[in-house]
C-alpha cells in the first residue's frame, strides 16, 4: 500500500512584520479566493449563494463578516473570504451562467495600515490613494512597482494588498523599502 503525503501549503513570506513609524506591513492570514465571472442576470442568484450582494459599480466592494467582493471589472469579481468558506461549494448551487475559478493557491495578500499607508503604498502605486478619491471600500486593479496587484481600502486607514504568490517576495520589499523612505 502507498504512503500518504500531505502538503502543507505556507505562506511566502510567513515571518513578514514591519512597524516603521506610522506604517505597520504584514502577511495577511490565509483565505479562500474565487476569480468570478457573470453576466448581469446571474448576479442576483450569485450573490445569493455567496451570502453577500456582489457590487455593480467601478471601484466598489461589498463586505460580509469575513466575506468580501470586489468589482474588478463589469463581469468580474475577487471573492475573499477569510473564514476559509467554500465559495466554489457555495457557486456551484447557482444555475445561471457563470465561470468560477478557485485561485486560493495563487494569491496572497498584505495588510497595510497606519497613518502613513497611503504613502507607503503611492511609492509603487501611481493611483491617487487620498481618502477623498478613494474612499473606504474602494477597489482597483492596478500596478505597484511591476506587479499586478488589487488594492482594497479596508478602513480609512487600512489597505489590503492582493498580489500572486510569485511576485509575493517582491511586492514585500518594495513595501519594506517604501516604509523606510516615506517614513522619516
Known sequence: MADTIEATRTQPNASFRRVQGSVSIEQAAFASRISLRAKEDAV???????????????????????RSALWLGPDEWLVIDQSGGD????????????????????????????EDAADVLNAGCPQDL???????????????????????????????????????????????????????
Open 44 to 66: 442576483g442568484p450569485l450573490s445569493t449563494a455567496l451570502g453577500l450582494v456582489l457590487p455593480t459599480r467601478p471601484k466598489t466592494s461589498s463586505v460580509s463578516g469575513l
Open 87 to 114: 465559495l466554489m461549494a457555495a457557486c456551484a448551487t447557482v444555475d445561471a451562467i457563470h465561470s468560477s475559478a478557485d485561485i486560493s493557491h495563487r494569491n496572497t495578500a498584505f495588510i497595510v495600515s497606519g
Open 130 to 184: 487620498s481618502l477623498a478619491a478613494f474612499p473606504v471600500g474602494a477597489v482597483s486593479r492596478t500596478l505597484f512597482g511591476k506587479a499586478e496587484v488589487v488594492i482594497f481600502r479596508v478602513t480609512e486607514d487600512t489597505f489590503r494588498l492582493e498580489c500572486w504568490r510569485s511576485f509575493a517576495e517582491y511586492v514585500g520589499g518594495l513595501l519594506r523599502e517604501a516604509a523606510s523612505e516615506v517614513i522619516f
